[in-house]
């Protein structure tokens, strides 16, 4: 099993709906999640980070975490044009409640927003 | 901050050559990673140092690959021989702290011919 996983797509998704990208992670005890955005030829760039179970909004963006489930989730409502890229999704791994202190990317999700 | 400083940005070797990628991370920042990506592999954890010492190099593919932090503020990967399977975008990226996000450079495009 791969440590995160993520579907790699492509999602097409039309301008103006919502953007639902999902990621699983193997390690139980991984303490910090985060979002990237990668645009064509660029680095990845954070997007969203969340540390606690539950919802975390910022602008059209929202990150869910679900640690029972080992699952975290990123919304991206009225998505448009320029949200197409790839989405990284990121865990921070832990043991006994100390950090490694490295993230481990999943293989990322292509979105595409069409007009 | 100008952000994490990598360099070269593209890089174009002949096989059996060394090649070394540099980076400078962002002031402050104790944790350095460098990452390899490819499209059959994603983003892939090379080694990471924490306060200039290497912590995890488990992700080094082989012998050819080195990597050092002779201080704060600067960090090199090394290949050598370098292989036409090491053709991939590398990048550098910098954290503060266990549970810090981080930031990535613009990335080195090695393409090994």
């Known amino acids: ?48 980070f969340i540390y606690s179970n539950g919802d975390k909004e910022d602008g059209r963006f929202t990150a869910q975490l679900n640690k029972a489930s080992q699952y975290v989730s990123l919304l991206i409502r009225d998505s448009q044009p320029s949200d197409s890229a790839t989405y990284l999704c990121a865990v921070n791994p832990s043991r006994g409640g100390t950090s490694y202190g490295k993230l481990t990317f999943g293989q990322g999700t292509i979105l595409t927003v069409h007009p | 901050d100008a952000g994490v400083i990598q360099s070269p940005r593209h890089e174009v070797t002949e096989m059996g050559q060394e090649v070394t990628l540099r980076c400078k991370p962002i002031s402050g920042h104790d944790y350095l990673f460098w990452y390899r990506q490819t499209m059959m592999r994603g983003l892939e954890l090379l080694i990471y140092f924490n306060n200039n010492v290497p912590i995890d190099d488990s992700g080094m593919p082989e012998d050819r690959f080195s990597a050092k932090m002779p201080n704060a503020s600067f960090s090199t990967l090394k290949i050598q021989p370098s292989e036409p399977r090491d053709s991939a975008v590398y990048f550098c990226a910098s954290s503060i702290g266990t549970f810090g996000e981080a930031f990535f450079g613009q990335g080195t495009r090695l393409t090994v011919v």
């Open chain 1, 1 to 48: 099993q791969k440590e995160v996983e993520q579907n790699s797509g492509p999602l097409s998704v039309p301008e103006g709906a919502i953007a639902s990208l999902n990621c699983t992670y193997s390690d139980r005890g991984s303490q910090s999640f985060f979002w990237y955005r990668q645009y064509s030829g660029k680095s990845p760039e954070l997007i969203m």
